[in-house]
DNA sequence: CACTAAACATGATGATCATCATGCTTGAAT
DNA sequence: ATTCAAGCATGATGATCATCATGTTTAGTG
């Protein structure tokens, strides 16, 4: 039987090895580099951020890329880890109640969350890529497992239905309205399907705002 | 003021000019070309297919692509107008009953759909993509606008709301329940998405097949 | 029959990119 | 102070790809 280490790569922390830089400054580029391609690769897909462009955006040059991580795939899993830590530590501070659920599913379906995917949902922003990538199927099962279970206990949900089943209907549909309404060139659409399906979802007919 | 020309090429039907190679093969191969990239798109994204390998998929060899698109941007974009033109008149074949409708939901929600995406839905395989290259977008919007509208005609919809907005929610409910069917590394989880959100959609708790 | 422009095939070209190679810099442990 | 491996920067390398260049084939037209 072998025995197969996964673990990842963390400069700055190996046990009883000398850390020649600094270790809190290794960590904190190490963790830049999490940031940036968390949020360019919102923005533009995997295929479509170069690892030059990252390491640029944390004011480094491409080289010690590999000094933090083993590949880009890697970094690909280890940003969607990222992302879905915050992702659930903000979705546990709301409140819960119908109020702190209506307002989160206003947020998500707001123009604001649809105009800034890199600070946005991971799913949203990447789920057919991630289909096609075998490296980052298993981040994004752990995240939206976690995701559906975090909904489900935290808010009320009506009791005619189990509140698994609703709460994995709900994000369904706030995926794919926020999808669409992104996909969309017509901004008049684009609203009209925020408002419809946040309309569905909450039974509020006021416009989100912000 | 200036008149920009927009229309496509199209090999084989420049009126009285001399067509050297059959007009009708050379109309097949331009057909086949679309058709192949349309399959290739959805099942790797835009960025995910080279024009070589498309070509290779219709029998003909990378050079001859110029001579039926002006670039890759072009080919994206026909293959999209092609993919939806099917999907509309697809969805027009359909009895305009609640059975109709169910069974169309059923289908959109299948294993089989969620596993073939080269044959699926055009959004949920390639949506954010699309939010992503303008050259796009347009024809995105036209086929989503006019699904939207299609759906709201043909079926029936509970009169308490506007047949087009509940159009839209069910739309975006399927299109995200696929969506994360697909990203999803485990099957139970993906059987459960794919029936719960069939079952908030048509009512239904029996197990879609096929 | 000779001509021609579309359509085809082979083969550049130049850009981009992930990854690797090399040498310099740092600072904690000796 | 010397050492040395982690971390850094510059600069290959080799692959892939969209697009272009060039020559060849084709079948209507004159």
């Known amino acids: 039987m072998t025995t197969i280490m996964l673990g990842v790569k963390i400069p700055g922390q190996k046990i009883g090895k000398p850390m020649r830089y600094p270790a809190a400054e290794t960590a904190e580029k190490h963790e830049r580099i999490l940031e940036q391609a968390a949020r360019l690769f919102r923005e533009r897909g995997f295929s479509g ?6 390491m640029k955006a944390t004011g480094l040059t491409h080289g010690p890329f590999y000094n933090h991580f083993a590949s880009k795939e890697e970094l690909m899993a280890e940003s969607m880890r990222h992302t879905s830590q915050k992702a659930l530590s903000k979705l546990e501070t709301i409140e819960p109640s119908e109020e702190g659920k ?12 649809r105009d800034t995917p890199g600070d946005g949902c991971l799913i949203a922003a990447l789920a057919p890529e991630i289909s096609r990538e075998p490296g980052v199927r298993e981040p994004l099962t752990c995240h939206l497992s976690a995701f559906i279970d975090q909904m489900a206990m935290q808010f009320p949900w009506p009791e005619d239905k189990s509140a698994r089943q ?6 369904a549909s706030m995926v794919g309205g926020l999808v669409i309404a992104r996909a969309v060139a017509d901004e008049t659409l684009s609203q009209e399907i925020l408002s419809d399906v946040l ?4 039974g509020s007919s006021s416009p989100q705002q912000g």
Do not use: D
């Not at 307002?103 to 123009?111: D, M, Q, T």
């Not at 309309?199 to 909450?202: F, H, R």
């Open 49 to 54: 951020v170069s690892l030059g462009e990252i």
């Open 102 to 113: 209506n307002s989160f599913i206003n947020s998500y379906l707001s123009p604001s969350h």
């Open 166 to 171: 609703q709460a994995i209907q709900t994000i």
């Open 199 to 202: 309309a569905g979802l909450t």
